[in-house]
T-cell receptor, first 110, second 115 residues
Framework: QKEVEQDPGPLSVPEGAIVSLNCTYS??????FMWYRQYSRKGPELLMY????GNKEDGRFTAQVDKSSKYISLFIRDSQPSDSATYLC??????????FGTGTRLTIIP | GAVVSQHPSWVICKSGTSVKIECRSL??????MFWYRQFPKQSLMLMAT?????????EQGVEKDKFLINHASLTLSTLTVTSAHPEDSSFYIC???????????FGQGTRLTVV
């Protein structure tokens, strides 16, 4: 079993829709939970991070963590074509190493 | 936000030659940097942790003699792919974490093609 599981998609939604991206994990030592966006042939870009269970909002993006279920989500409201990218969840314990999900390819259709 | 710069962004080399990739933290000092490899449509695979002033720590299965890492200063780490072969063709990405911040910042990546 992988430490971090993420549905690879691909996921296609119409412009303006709400997008839900999810990851599950098995390692209880993970303390920080991050979402990265990666455009084709580019390095990942940090979108958001959370530390504890609950929600964190930044503009159109909301990150949600449920430590009891070992489940994290990223919601994108009013999705735009520029949101089309691969979204990677990442988790970190005390050793600074990031463990990534496989990434979900998202396409927003104008 | 913190900036990590990687150079070159792409390189083509002949089989058997060596290639050096640079990773620089432009606006912060990084005692630790990380090197990843990414195959098409796959996630990032951590290759090694680069430690300033000491030896790098390699992940299981990564050949340390093939992927030489040097972290000679607090703002520069280099990855040298020695005696490159076509199977080494991949996207290599470095990252660093600014002190006091959560989450790593990544370079632009280097696409290596060995012919």
């Amino acid at each position: 079993q992988k430490e971090v599981e993420q549905d690879p998609g691909p996921l296609s939604v119409p412009e303006g829709a709400i997008v839900s991206l999810n990851c599950t994990y098995s390692n209880s030592a993970f303390q920080y939970f991050m979402w990265y966006r990666q455009y084709s042939r580019k390095g990942p870009e940090l979108l958001m991070y959370t530390y504890s269970s609950g929600n964190k909002e930044d503009g159109r993006f909301t990150a949600q963590v449920d430590k009891s279920s070992k489940y994290i989500s990223l919601f994108i409201r009013d999705s735009q074509p520029s949101d089309s990218a691969t979204y990677l969840c990442a988790m970190m314990g005390g050793n600074e190493k990031l463990t990534f999900g496989t990434g979900t390819r998202l396409t927003i259709i104008p | 936000g913190a900036v990590v710069s990687q150079h070159p962004s792409w390189v083509i080399c002949k089989s058997g030659t060596s290639v050096k990739i640079e990773c620089r933290s432009l606006d912060f000092q990084a005692t630790t940097m990380f090197w990843y490899r990414q195959f098409p449509k796959q996630s990032l695979m951590l290759m090694a942790t680069s430690n300033e002033g000491s030896k790098a720590t390699y992940e299981q299965g990564v050949e340390k003699d093939k992927f030489l890492i040097n972290h000679a200063s607090l703002t520069l780490s280099t990855l040298t792919v020695t005696s490159a072969h076509p199977e080494d063709s991949s996207f290599y990405i470095c990252s660093a974490r600014p002190p006091g911040l959560v989450g790593a910042f990544f370079g632009q990546g280097t696409r290596l093609t060995v012919v």
